[in-house]
């Protein structure tokens, strides 16, 4: 049986080059998230073609971090500055103002900058422990998956 791998050190620095928010994550978290998806792409093409293709309509519907994190930030951000509003807004006009929850918020959006400038923040880095995959290594699969199919096809 051909083993089709997307961990070819020469293939994988073509697919992930340029990749920010994998070029910041721990290796090790890189590496976990490698070897799951070959076991994926592995027991996929072991299990047929219907296996394949099932997968391949999974990979449709996965999640990358990057769509989880946008999200996150829209609603914990929501969330942040709607209680931070209320309970400024809530405050006797000579009290000092309750400015915590709108500076969490801002927070936020200095997070979400620096992922949009450099490719990480630290939600990232949970997301990414949390198994959440980039585009380019959910797109290896499905390539990884794809050259499987049309090679069980010829035969």
């Known amino acids: 049986?051909?083993?089709?791998?997307?961990?070819?050190?020469?293939?994988?620095?073509?697919?992930?080059?340029?990749?920010?928010?994998?070029?910041?994550?721990?290796?090790?978290?890189?590496?976990?998230?490698?070897?799951?998806?070959?076991?994926?792409?592995?027991?996929?093409?072991?299990?047929?073609?219907e296996a394949i293709r099932q997968r391949l309509a999974e990979l449709d519907h996965e999640w990358d971090v990057d769509?989880?994190?946008?999200?996150?930030?829209?609603?914990?951000?929501?969330?942040?500055?709607s209680v931070g509003l209320a309970r400024y807004a809530s405050t006797p006009m000579l009290a000092r103002r309750r400015t915590g929850f709108l500076s969490f918020f801002g927070t936020q959006l200095g997070f979400l900058l620096l992922h949009g400038v450099v490719g990480w923040c630290p939600p990232a880095s949970l997301f990414r422990r949390?198994?959440?995959?980039?585009?380019?290594?959910?797109?290896?699969?499905?390539?990884?998956?794809?050259?499987?199919?049309?090679?069980?096809?010829?035969?």
Do not use: W, Y
Request: aromatic share 4%; hydrophobic share 35%.
């Open 1 to 49: 049986m051909n083993q089709i791998s997307i961990s070819q050190p020469s293939n994988q620095d073509r697919a992930f080059n340029g990749d920010r928010v994998r070029e910041h994550t721990a290796p090790k978290v890189n590496e976990r998230i490698d070897r799951t998806t070959e076991g994926s792409v592995d027991a996929c093409i072991s299990n047929g073609p």
């Open 67 to 81: 769509r989880a994190l946008m999200v996150n930030f829209a609603v914990v951000g929501g969330a942040a500055f």
């Open 130 to 155: 949390l198994g959440f995959r980039t585009q380019r290594e959910i797109e290896a699969e499905r390539s990884a998956l794809c050259n499987a199919l049309a090679l069980t096809d010829e035969r």
